[in-house]
């Protein structure tokens, strides 16, 4: 992997290059500078500040409470941590959806205050005229489709989607409306593997960006926090692989130093300030 310096900047254009490739694209939600920074030296092409900072970061129990600001203020401790991946912000509830006009400002505050370079919408067919205009407007969206965790409650929990033919034809005719309304990409999210294969067949230009659907998308997607074993016990969906398991790493550490502490062995002499 060549170095950060040396690596070329992940566009738009790279989304849709690699899908005509074959080459598959690799994103991971972030949140802060750190993170960020750790992901893009490792090579990630597009890092997405994922509205499920409302469940990783704040505890919330979907991602429904979490408002612009506290987005935007992710999707800039993200940008600064970030060089060569793409910056996606994903457009929190009720930020896109009461009209075009709402969309427009605040896709428009990602860019201008959060320095993002994308931003994310969910919704099918319906969100298209939305996604249009905004992209008309010099923003590049990315689509999710299939489990759009905003709707949890119309769809009545996380199930699989895609499965029966009504399904499939919602998710191919929003597919295609999505791309021809000018996104580049989009999420298919807990999508049957067959209608995903299928939808990533008909889109000429879009990528398809699997979180749940798949090994025939143009990519995939996965929440940091999940794949290093730091989410509230419980969540263990059959997608996910867990690339490491940090919590005893972190409790070991944290008690080592609460003993150092209680035994006075930290902070030592060589670790504090005299004045000669
Ligand atoms: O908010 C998020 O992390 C997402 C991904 C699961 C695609 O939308």
């Given at each position: 992997m060549p170095k950060t310096s040396e690596r070329k900047k992940t566009t738009v254009q790279t989304f849709i290059n690699k899908k005509a490739k074959g080459e598959k694209i690799t994103v991971l939600t972030a949140y802060d500078y750190y993170m960020a920074k750790l992901l893009d030296e490792a090579g990630i092409d597009a890092i997405l500040v994922g509205d499920s900072a409302a469940n990783v970061?704040?505890?919330?129990?979907?991602?429904?409470?979490?408002t612009m600001d506290v987005m935007v203020a992710h999707t800039a401790a993200v940008a600064r941590g970030t060089e060569k991946a793409l910056v996606i912000a994903d457009m929190p509830f009720l930020s896109f959806q009461p009209s075009t006009e709402t969309a427009i400002a605040n896709a428009g505050r990602f860019l201008k205050?959060?320095?993002?370079?994308v931003v994310k919408m969910e919704g099918g067919i319906e969100m298209a005229a939305t996604v249009k205009r905004v992209v008309e407007c010099g923003i590049p969206v990315m689509g999710h489709i299939g489990l759009t965790p905003q709707s949890i409650h119309r769809l009545g929990g996380p199930k699989v989607q895609g499965r029966e033919e009504k399904s499939r034809a919602y998710l191919m005719e929003s597919a295609l409306a999505l791309e021809e309304a000018g996104c580049f990409a989009m999420v298919l999210e807990l999508i049957n593997a067959d209608t995903a294969s299928e939808i990533t067949a008909a889109l000429k230009r879009a990528a398809t960006i699997g979180i749940g659907a798949?090994?025939?998308?143009d990519g995939q997607v996965l929440v940091i926090n999940d794949i290093l074993g730091?989410?509230?016990?419980?969540f263990s969906p059959k997608f996910l692989r867990q690339y490491a398991d940090l919590p005893p790493i972190i409790a070991e550490a944290v008690k080592k130093y609460i003993d150092d502490v209680r035994r006075g062995d930290y902070p030592r002499e060589e670790e504090s300030f005299y004045n000669k």
């Open positions: 970061v704040h505890g919330f129990d979907s991602t429904l409470p979490i205050e959060g320095w993002a370079e798949g090994p025939h998308c730091l989410r509230k016990e419980g």
